[in-house]
């Protein structure tokens, strides 16, 4: 393998260490050398767990909180300002550029984009440094001019970082594992998991990889509305799994034969598990987000045509119950498939290295 790529991630929840995983795995199928660095690993003193474990809790426990912080640090049209995280990451991240020296740097964490790019205006980093946007909301700390190249959601987003940047922006197709797109609108594993009759319409609840959000709320609405079966994905939270009253399940690997059984995806994060719906030809529907860039990207794919934003108890079930009509539902599905017809993540990278 004669190129070599750097992958720079960030362990705040599982979506960016998964699509940092797979473009992995792509790049090496093209014969790419490919290697992925967590960010927040270079941060000394375990500052960096301290970190996750403290965004974790924001979301779990003050949402207002993390809210407030990213309205005030995230949403703005002015280039964000240096931080003392941002230059600690970029000093320590010069230093492992050297063993051994890559051929191309591509981030999927925003603080990583900010690092890379930091690196890349002082002549530090000479080699191309990519942006691969995983947030359907384009938010600042995404943006550094220092970038040569972004890779954003879709055409709607690259073109909002074109007019930011001034850098390349383009859209590309959702980088999901490949048993996603093989997925068929067929087979019983959920109906078996869930134990549910013939008949019940299974909707997968999503907390996502930490089990957050007021999920709890939304299986008990669709319950009592007697028209769905909720299945609620608890993710890594034990705790939440406990105290689901129904049907709950914990992390699981075979995702993608679960949505293949399913009638809809409730969502409450706007990230990989929607792009993983996708794939499948699930509709999505975002209901209760997490504050932030949770909301913000429910929003987004809404405004795209990709998801339904439902905005209470009575609209989310009158949004599930549009999705009986045949002709609604492949209207849907065929929207968000289109996005995988974009050119692939790994084609443009690809490219860059020559």
Not at 128 to 142: E, G, I, K, Q, Y
Request: include cysteine; aromatic fraction near 6%.
């Amino acid at each position: 393998m004669g190129k070599r790529v750097l992958i720079l991630t960030a362990g705040m929840g599982a979506g960016h260490d998964a699509v940092a995983a797979e473009l992995a795995r792509r790049m090496t199928a093209q014969d790419v050398e490919a290697s992925v660095l967590d960010v927040l690993d270079l941060v000394p003193l375990r500052l960096g767990h301290g970190l996750r474990r403290m965004y974790a809790g924001m979301v779990r426990s003050a949402p207002w909180l993390y809210e407030g912080i990213y309205r005030s640090f995230f949403v703005s049209r002015r280039p964000p300002p240096a931080s003392p995280l941002t230059a600690l990451i970029a000093a320590r991240l010069e230093r492992r550029l050297r063993e051994p020296a890559p051929d191309a740097v591509v981030s999927t964490f925003h603080v990583a984009a900010q690092a890379a790019g930091r690196l890349r205006d002082a002549g530090r980093l000479t080699v191309p440094s990519l942006v691969l946007v995983t947030d359907f909301a384009v938010h600042r700390m995404w943006l550094h001019a220092g970038n040569d190249r972004y890779l954003c959601p879709d055409e709607r987003s690259a073109r909002t970082v074109l007019e930011r940047t001034g850098r390349p922006a383009t859209g590309h197709a959702p980088v999901v594992r490949p048993e996603f797109r093989w997925a068929r609108r067929a087979g019983d594993r959920l109906r078996t998991v869930a134990g549910a009759a013939p008949d019940d319409r299974l909707v997968l609840v999503s907390a996502g990889a930490w089990g957050v959000g007021r999920v709890m709320e939304t299986a008990r609405g669709l319950a009592a509305s007697g028209r769905y079966v909720p299945v609620v994905l608890c993710g890594r939270n034990e705790r939440l799994r406990r105290r689901v009253g129904g049907v709950a399940l914990g992390w699981r690997d075979d995702m993608a034969e679960l949505m293949a059984g399913a009638y809809a995806l409730v969502d409450n994060a706007a990230g990989l598990t929607c792009r993983e719906a996708f794939a499948c030809g699930l509709p999505v529907i975002s209901y209760r987000p997490i504050p932030g860039h949770g909301r913000d990207g429910a929003v987004a794919m809404a405004r795209a045509g990709l998801s339904r934003y439902a905005c209470s108890p009575g609209e989310l079930v009158e949004t599930l119950d549009r999705l009986k009509d045949e002709a609604v539902r492949k209207r849907r599905i065929r929207r968000a498939g289109a996005l995988f017809d974009a050119v692939p993540a790994e084609r443009v990278i690809r490219s860059v290295l020559g």
